[in-house]
């Protein structure tokens, strides 16, 4: 579970109890991961995947806090990124978390590279975190040339950025759009919902994305 300040791991029991309920009323045909700590919570979240076998994977790989720390608990990293990429995910990492489930390299590109030859549909980099008065994001999808996409970055601090990317491309993949035009829409999404973010913290200054805008 997650609030603006906190993460408390959920565990496998509830995790498993919550998606049946679920899927005793819907089919599931998109699934979205974010943050998990526990190998025991993955393992959990991985099998469901097996065998719900949805059409499409999206995991936000939470890997590190906004402020910079672990998540804590007993997984590895090379646990976690071996178990993920076992379900041949879309990957949404920052260029930080990149960095954390490199397998060899130390630069983008080979390092999004190696995890689609190692599992991953695609390998969506985002720029959030990175510097300057624009985002360059990019696309990795098999051996075809990277997508660039590009947008004014915001000032200020926020809280689920990542999230919201991630859980709108999720939503438009679900739609049948393309890789490429679903992930310009679920950009176009988040920089909307940032941008129209409000204050919701006690610090008084990290902002919550707006989710309830129209797709």
């Known amino acids: 579970l997650t609030a603006f300040d906190t993460y408390a791991e959920v565990d496998p029991v509830t995790i ?3 998606v049946r309920a679920v899927t005793r009323d819907f089919h599931v045909e998109a699934v979205k991961v974010g943050a998990i700590s526990s190998l025991a919570a ?4 991985i099998d469901l995947i097996r065998e719900l076998n949805p059409a499409h994977v999206v995991v936000d790989p939470v890997r590190i806090t906004s402020s910079g720390g672990n998540l ?3 997984l590895s990293d ?3 990124r071996d178990r993920v990429l076992s379900v041949h995910p879309v990957l949404t990492p920052n260029r930080a978390e990149l960095a954390v489930l490199r397998l060899h ?4 590109e080979p ?3 190696e995890l689609l030859k190692s599992g991953a549909r ?3 980099v985002t720029d959030g975190d990175g510097d300057g008065d624009r985002c360059l994001h990019r696309l990795y999808v098999g051996d075809d040339p990277v997508v660039p996409f590009e947008h004014q970055r915001l000032t200020g601090s926020y809280r689920g950025s990542g999230c919201t990317l991630s859980t709108a491309l999720a939503a438009q993949l679900l739609h049948g759009k393309t890789l490429e035009n679903a992930t310009r829409e679920a950009l176009r999404f988040t920089f909307n919902a940032l941008k129209t973010a409000t204050v919701a913290t006690a610090d008084g200054q990290t902002k919550v994305p707006n989710r309830r805008l129209p797709t």
């Open 105 to 108: 390299d130390t630069d983008s």
């Open 122 to 124: 695609a390998v969506l």
């Open 42 to 45: 993955l393992d959990t979240v």
């Open 111 to 113: 390092d999004a590279r």
């Open 78 to 80: 090379s646990a976690y």
């Open 16 to 18: 498993e109890s919550q």
């Open 72 to 74: 804590g608990g007993d």
